[in-house]
Structure formats: structure tokens, C-alpha cells
């Protein structure tokens, strides 16, 4: 339109002149140039106009913001210049009008005609409200064309200034102030096409069912792992993982206090430890070595070299053919091992004042995570009593007799009588968390002291939260030869296992401890209700990646 | 002797009423009774003295101790009396007087005659002279004798007195006060001979070396490790571990500071991670997997899944059969990844921030601990400068070449060459700590990020400590069809890494991270030589057990 040029126009003095020189134009004819004058004189006012309207179209159309917004090149450390970057979370009304830097993703992005674009900023579990409008010589149509086309989940690096929004922004989670752009750079963008996005994969099963106008999109928990590092990007995933760190933060944060000192055992081991059947076998140069099952054997020959007081917090191996909501063929345990003085009570209460810790400071210190996740996986908060229940194996079979459970298939309490007993305590002591002490001593492995008056009863105990075991523990056998005999009864072959033995042979102290699952304690505090969704990437008889 | 009856003897007076009715005796016959009379009073009178002497001893063997020593049942949780126990290292002249009750190892005990016995108890990094006297109605010969002939290593509850000691007792670390014996129980015995004890295995090189008159035992490390219950309860080893908890302690603690958070991996990978050569292959199921060889790939698709900063503390398996003095099959890693916003500077800047934390805090809160194991394995103390000496991989191979090395073989350096680095440096810059920048791009992994002016280089390092590499970092791509191209150029077949490089496409910031070997740094601090003595259980291509 620029090149245009606008047309030749002969001006209507002219004619004038002309015919002033040779013979006179009939009346008809002066009429007719009258005419054409008249018209000539419009189509030049009208050319002129255009002429006008097209310059000033030109002029908007330089693009006078080519440096506020674009691709950056491929970051490879060119320049630094410690521009100070700051986080979503620290924006405020406080801060209106001033302005900031920031690197967050586009979550969503929803244009306004062809002047306005917003944009759903986030950084881990927080988001704020980003606009851009045409504004002369700041903000180009350009600009915002560019920056409306960009695809959900780019990086970009926005420069904006901090507004005090005159409503609450429901749809950020900082809905106090949105943030007006002035520059806005793309770090990173997309080379495929997304799987879901993250606003669908955030949606609770609630609102997806409530809701009959509008047909949101269900992404699958299958879907979900496959592309798990998009659905761990949703604020509730990151929220879930901080809540993961929160828990063995405390655990440590407790043992610590206690004198615990935490111990790395080696995870590949030369023989099958505990039991043969699910153990991982793997090729060790020209022999064969066996992944850990647990840390048991290792953190009780620390307790037999004097460690006196260990945790550690490391994988578990278990080639179980489980596929279940609640088991891995690898995951994460919070293990721990202590010399007793006098009883196995001590090392129980100790785990139950870890897990009081536990939970108080979940409670306490990750009360903005827990409400992220409770908004798509909704749960009655988790409780627990002050002085915790304590049922014997019992106790426990004697309350589900008593709710119709038959007590011939009590001999062991399966998963399902688990539940119901988890349902039983709930009504009759309003606890989620309670502890089962004295199993039969069939049920536990060999290196589980007996009673010292009943030997069918052991000294050991489940812990359980929302009616599932996150906890299994005991007293130890420390003496080698009884040690020995419960091997052979239980047909593990003590020679097998000579240099477990051999700690016990050159004295160890009476000693207890346990096993805490992290995925299960999480996945129960949160109530997620499938373990997946508490490992990070998580691994089951079906599912080796990402 | 009790049971022997004094022998008849005939009065004196007898034979003379008899004379007295009947014809008198000779002279000689008189003279030969006179002597046999006195011949049998000096008899009599030895029985007396004997019978009283037989009596005192009997009453002296009536054991009035049996209650204050002797084998404890099998502690299967019988009681709980509640009763206090006191550390060693509690104890202090202030106590003089005090009685108090523990559990300790015998790390020796001493008999000086039959009336007298002294131990040296040990308890982790602590021991204390404790001694045994007979004493009427509290201490009997038999407590005495059935306490010297404690095993050494016996676990033993104690109840005695604390009394200031008249001079310092270098035998202990608590040497102020000594602990009179009241009371001495067995709590776990023996089953087995020692291997060695635990004296001879915290003995020093130097001293083993220096003392000419007494011949040594010394402990090979072999034979530590095949009997490594007992070589880790040295106050050295349990110096050592809590040193080792230290490190991994003011590694999170820094990093917890900083905004990171935890991770955990799986070990359990779908392909062969980075190379296939030295990975571990696992039965998994009907199929095959493999265990992780870093948590590389996972921690950088947890910052394409936004969470920004992580760490982990976890195994690290190499399948990598060097049988070196700093080479494990099986390792902990401390790893980190964090998104950058301009420079991987920043990360690199981070991690030295992150060390200097942890050697002062090393030096600050474990000083006691780092003297223990100085006492066996002697060190110069480890510096670093305020301001860290940075060189580039070229300023390096300079240093090297003006040292005489030859150009041509320093394509990469060596471990030899690394420690003659180490002695350079030290002797120029007087530090163990320093930073090696900008490696040759050939040198380093497929994700490294190439320098923005020169490709041959990268924006990598390695940070050393007394010579040798304990860290490995640099930025990565974030770019997929750079790292698809990439891959290519190393021989990684992008396909095989799908679930990595989708991570990429789906959008990830700019980031770079680092591995820190924990042993390493452990060996490296302390100058323990080798690596095997920084790990609880060491695993190599040779060892799988204990």
C-alpha cells in the first residue's frame, strides 16, 4: 500500500485558462466539463484522503518494538549480565508500579481482538495474570501478535510492571496483582506438540464431573506417566514433591535430634538377602550380585559395629509381580535401626514420636502445598490422637470379629481387613494412625525376637495410616545362636549368610528398629490414592521409563 | 581342706594318772614321753591355727557378689525398669562421687593380681577407664576373676561411681575420671574369635613404623574389610562415618537454604543410560534393565518438569572394572541441577559457595572427630582460599607444560599429571581446593553445552581436592536438535533416548548441575588413601561381601 501512488489529477484551473485564449465552449459543453470538474474535484479529495489514511497506516505499521519481544538466541552463557530475576511468589500490591524481571512458562495465553493478549505466567506452584496491550511506541500489534502465538508452556523471560488488580484473579494463584508486560523473550519453546496440557492435567476428578456444560478433557493416570515430566509440571505435582521432601527433611530433621546418624549400605549384594523370591538378580562381571531388598542386614551390622543409633533414606528393590495402587518394584525407604537398653517399647516409641513430628510439621510448615493438592485430589484432613492407639495383633483381630469378619481367616489381617480395620478405628477412636503391636511370630521373618513368654507372639508391630501399613518393625534377634536356629526353622541356610552371622558372633547389643515406605506415607497423608502418583518416575513390573 | 579332721591326739595329762597307779617308768621312758607330749601340743596347736585359718577361708569363698555380676538372660524385652544410662562422654570430674549405670563395649581388660581388675569401656568414639577391687561384702574374688575373664569386645552393663582421676589416663579419651565398678553385667558375649582387636586396628602407621621394642600387629585392609564389623568400631571408623554424615549434612543443609529441593531417581532404567559399556544389566521380569550410572538424565528432566533446583543423595553403580585406590562399583552421589538464568557461572559459583560451606562446617563442628582420625591416618590440614583459584583447562595444561610434561600427552590429564597439578598448585597457591573451567568439548559427555566462540570448548569443569577430581558439572543443552545432533556426533542413537529428548521438545530452561563423589570427598579431607576406607561396606569388582 506504501508504493502506491496516488493518481494524476488535473487541478480545475486549467480548463479556465485554456478557454480564455480560443473560441468559446457551447453551453452544453461547459456544462459537461462543469460536471467532470465537480468530479474530478471529489475523486481528488478522496484520493488525498487515502493518501492520508495510508500513510498513517505505514507509520503504524513500522514495528517500533523489535527489541521488547522475540526469540533469544541459544543460551550458551554469551554475556551475564545479573539482571535480578525475582519470583511470582514475591509479587505483591506492595510492589505496584514497580517493575521486575521474571522467567516463568506461559501456562495458557487468551488474546483480545487483535490489542490485548493475557497470559496464565506460572513458576512451580505459584502464577500470576501477565497482559499486553498496543501501546505507541512501547507495545506494537506486533508484538502482541507474536506474543499471543506462542504455544502453552514456552519459557519466557517478561519484563512488567507489578499492578494492584482491581478484582482478585481467581484463575493465579497470586490473584492480588497482575503484571502489565513491556518485554517478553522466548528462552525456550516447543518442539512437539504438548500430550495434555497442564491446565487440563490439573483439573480435579470432581469438576470434571460436576460440571455438564462444558466436556473437560480426563488425562489418564497411564497418559500421565508416560509424559510424566508435563504432569509433574501441574502446581499440584509440585506441591505432592515438596510435600516428598518435607517428609524426609522431618524424619532426618528428628533421628538427628536423637543422635541418629544416617549410613549409605551398599545396595548391590553378593548374596539374596531375606528371601530369594523377589529378589533382582544382576550380571557382576563374570558373577552375579543381588539388589538389596532393604537395608536390614546392613543396619543391623552397623548396630553390631557400634553405630549405636542409624537411618538411612535410599531405594529398595522388590521383584514383586505386584501391579497394585500400592506397590513399586522400586521405592524409597526411611529405614532405621537402634540398640535398645531395655526394651523393644523404646525403639516403638520412638517411631511414634517421629511420625507425631511427621505430621505436625507437614501440618505446620506445608499448609499452602497440602491446600494445592487437596484442590484436584480432595481429602478429609488426616488425623491422629495425642497418646497414639495402640492395638495388640489381638486386639485388632478381636474388633474385626466382632464386625462379622469371619476369625478363621484371621490368621494373617490381608489388605481388605486392613481397610475395614482402618474404617473401625476411624469410627470408634477418630484416628487415622494407630499402631499394631505383638504380630504371631509366623508372620515375620527370622531375625524377629520372640516374646519372652509366649514364643508364637513376636515382639514387633505394624504402624498404619488411613487403614494401610506404612510401617513394619521389631526387636532383633542379636544372639547368634538362637539367630541360627530361626534361620533353619524359617529354611534360610545360615551358612548363606555367614558374614550377617558373624556380626552377632562378635557381640552385638540388643537392638530394634523399622522401615518406613516414603511413597506410602506420602501417598496416604495426601490421600492420592494410587502410589504412582508419589514417585517421582515411577517403576512397577510394567513400566521401566522415562 | 575344709573336709580334713584335725588328727586324736592323747592329752599330757593321761599318761601321768596312769603312772600313778601303776610302777613307775623309766627315766629315759619319761624323758621320751615329756618329748612326745610336747611333740603333740606343738601339733595341736598348728591344727587350731589351721582349723581357724580353713574357717576364715571358708567364710572368705561364701560369694557374697553373686548379685552384682555375671551373664544377663537373653534380653527379649523381659522388663523395663526404666533406669537411666549414661553416655561416656557425659562423664567428667564434676560427677566425682556420682553413680551412674552404662553399656560399653571391653575394649581391654587388665587383671593386677587377683584383687584387682582394670577395663578400658568403649563407646563409639568415647572410653573410659573403669577398675574393680575386691571389696568385703560389695566385691568378691570371684567378681574379680569372672571379670578379667570378659572377652575383649564383650558388651557389659555397668554400675559404678565416678571418681576424678588422680592424674590424666592417656588410655582413654575421657581421661579426668575413672569409674569404680559397683556392679558388671554380660550383655552379649562372644561367639567367636576376634580377627583382630579393636587396639591393633586403630593403631597408626607411624607408630606400628616407629616403635622399634614392641612387634606390632598390623591390620591389612583386607582383612579389615573381610571382618569389617570390627575394623568400623575403631574410634577412627566411627569418626570417620560421622564425618561422612557431616558431609552429606552441610551439603543439604546449604542446598535447603538456597531454595532446592530432594529427589529420588530410579536406579532401575529402561536403556543404558550415557554409555552402554559400563553399566550394570538387571533381570527385570521377562526383561532386561539397567542401574543407573548417575542420576543425570532424571535430575535434568526434574528441571524440564520445573522444579528448578533439586539434589539427591543416592547410589551411583559403575560397572567399571578398575581396581584402583579411588574407584567403587557402587558410590553415593551428591548431584545437583538447577535452571541458570544467564550463566552456568552461577551454578559453578554455587557449588563453590557449597564446598566452602561444607569445609567450614567440617572444621567447625567436627573438629574431635577429624583429630580422632588423624591420631591413625596423620594429615597436613586441608585449605582452601578465601576466593577459590580458578584455572582453565589451558592455564592448567600450562602449569603442567612449565613443569616439564610433555604437550603432546596432555590431550586430557591424567591421574598422575592431576596430583602433580595438585603439587603445583599447592605450592603456588598454597591450597587443596581448586577449579578447573572449560573442558575440551572431546573430553566430555554428549548434553555438555558447547562455548558460545569456541566448540571445541565447553562450558564445563571439575572441581579437585588435594589433587583429584571429586566434582564433575557444567551447563547441558536444553535444546533438543542440538542435543539430538550431538548425540549423534558421540554415537547415541537418539531414538534409544526418546523419553530424555522428549523432555526437551516439551520445553526446558536453560540449566547445568554437577556429581560429587561423597567418599571422595571424605577420603580426600581426611587423607585416608583409599577410597574403600570412606565407605561403610566398600563394593569393587572384587568384593560383594560383607
Redesign the interface.
Known sequence: MADEQPTQIPTAQDPVAEGGEEKGPSKNELKKRAKEAEKAKKAAEKAAKQAELDAQKAAADVDYATEFYGKEP??????????T?VQIASLNPNRDGETVLL?A?VQTSRAQGNKMVFLNL???IDSVQALLTVTPEKVSKQMVKWTASLQD???VLVEGVVKKSPEIIKSATVGDVELHIIQIHL??????R?PFTVEDATRAETEIESTAEVQYKRVLLDTRLN????D??TIT??AV??L??GI??LFRQYL?SQGF???????????ATESGASV??????K?T?F?AQSPQL?KQ??I?????RVYE???V?R?E?SNTHRHL??F?GLDLEM???????EVMELLDTLFKHIFTGLKAQYKQETEAVNRQYPADEFKWLEETLRLTFKEAVDLLVADGVDRSELFDINTENEKRLGRLVKAKYDTDYFIIDKFPMELRPFYT????EDPTVS?SYDFFMRGEEILSGA?RI?????LAEKMKSKGVEPESMS??L?????????HGGGGIG?ERVLMLFLKLNNIRRA?????D?KR???
Not at 540398640?339 to 517399647?345: D, G, K, N, P, Q
Not at 514417585?535 to 517403576?539: E, G, K
Open positions: 541459544l543460551n550458551q552463557s554469551q554475556s551475564r549480565l545479573r539482571r530475576r522467567r512458562r506460572r513458576q512451580r508452556e514456552s519459557i528462552i525456550a519453546g516447543l518442539e512437539a504438548l509424559n510424566r515430566v508435563v509433574l509440571r505435582n509440585q514433591f515438596k516428598q521432601h524426609s527433611s538427628e546418624i544416617e549410613i549409605h549400605s551398599p545396595k548391590l549384594q553378593g548374596a533382582f538378580k544382576v550380571s557382576y562381571f558373577g550380585a539388589l546392613a551390622m552397623a553390631a559395629a557400634d553405630f549405636e533414606i535410599g531405594p528393590f521383584a509381580d518394584t522400586e524409597i540398640a535398645i537398653e531395655e526394651h523393644y517399647h525376637m520372640p516374646d519372652p515382639n526387636q542379636h544372639d547368634p545362636i538362637l558374614f550377617y558373624d556380626a552377632f558372633k562378635l557381640g552385638c547389643p540388643p516414603l514417585s517421582l518416575f515411577p517403576r513390573p521401566l521409563e522415562p
